[in-house]
């Protein structure tokens, strides 16, 4: 039996500059924020029949830099840095979730971590700092 987002609460989303093999890219929101997910394909196995961890890093780059660009207002923002702990092996067959929180925010910064799950499971575990731009104009 095969996972279906829209059957648990998760609603298609724009997936501006995600890759396309990551996408469709799914959305769910709550009273305290939102999470990001995707169903992992063939095209994500890292040859020992898990996800990638490159994956999973470009998906929770993404991830925690759509909540940081949500916070300041939807500016241009960049990633300054971003630590990442690996804690489990991405399973191919568990539907992947991001939630970002920003611990941190300045007019310039914006500071943020975030978990990567599969099935309520820690996968992967980030805190990043963003670079808030000027608006392009």
């Known amino acids: 039996m095969s996972f279906d987002p829209a059957t648990e609460g998760w609603e298609q989303t724009e ?5 396309e093999f990551l996408r469709p890219m799914w959305l769910r929101t709550d009273a305290t924020g939102f999470s990001l997910g995707f169903q992992p394909n063939a ?3 890292n ?4 996800i990638h961890g490159g994956i999973l890093a470009t998906y929770m780059d993404h991830s925690l830099g759509r909540t940081v660009r949500e916070a300041v207002g939807r500016v241009p923002i960049a990633t300054i840095q971003l630590d990442l702990h690996y804690l489990a092996p991405g399973d191919m067959n568990l539907f992947v ?3 970002g929180d920003i611990t941190r925010q300045t007019r310039s910064v914006v500071f943020i971590r975030g978990m990567l ?3 309520g499971k820690p996968v992967l575990a980030a805190s990043g700092i963003w670079k808030v731009l000027s608006p392009k104009g």
Request: cysteine-free.
């Open 15 to 19: 997936a501006w500059g995600l890759p």
């Open 43 to 45: 095209a994500l196995n």
């Open 47 to 50: 040859g020992r029949g898990v």
């Open 97 to 99: 979730e991001v939630r």
């Open 117 to 119: 799950t599969q099935g």
